[in-house]
């Protein structure tokens, strides 16, 4: 049997706190949120390893060092309203409930969808809303948002998105594949939007945000 409340206490000390991740409040979070319910039931065991988990066909939980860095990252304050894009299974969702007001968390696949929504219920995340959508788009109908988080690798970034961003609002996103990614702050200012490297990471990539093709003649 799995002591999993001693893998969660290992897995804030030996793969978080060590990546410079010091935030209290978000510490906290990691320590209390149950990742093993939020990956598939075969791969409970394997939970609170420091590697991704696949959750549905090429769409996984993020490691948790570099998602904890990222969230970290994005300042997220007790009256913030996020938007979590590309929620796959609900853990990033679950984790940034402990730290905002409410979570919107955004998923395009129906079977993540479905199993996110009742796992959320099911551990009582009741400041969490899971709804469908096209990731690229976002979810504009309960913007703006104080906080967008991308959930995943992108190449490029929508116009759109930054559009749903509240004014002093950020968004943040691994931005590049593999090797060349690095982790990105996007913070609104009135009309412009500012842009800080913050530092290199790699993580799993979600769906669609490529750049468009260009034709040379």
Known sequence: MIDFETARINMVDGQIRTTDVTSHSLLSAFMTVPREAFVPERMAALAYIDSDIEVAPGRFAMEPSPLAKLLQL????????????????????????????????????????????????????????????????????EAPYDVIFLNGAVEVIPDALFDQLRDGGRLVAVVGYGNASAAVIYVREGASVSKRFAFNTSVKPLPGFRRVAEFVF
Not at 93 to 115: F, M, P
């Open 74 to 141: 994005a300042e997220i304050g007790s009256g913030d309203v996020v938007l979590d894009i590309g929620a796959g299974s609900g853990y990033a969702a679950a984790i940034i409930s402990r730290l905002a007001s409410s979570v919107v968390a955004l998923e395009e696949d129906d079977a993540l969808v479905a199993s996110s929504t009742a796992v959320l219920a099911e551990k009582g995340f009741d400041n969490v809303a899971v709804v469908k959508g096209s990731l690229e788009k976002g979810y504009p109908s």
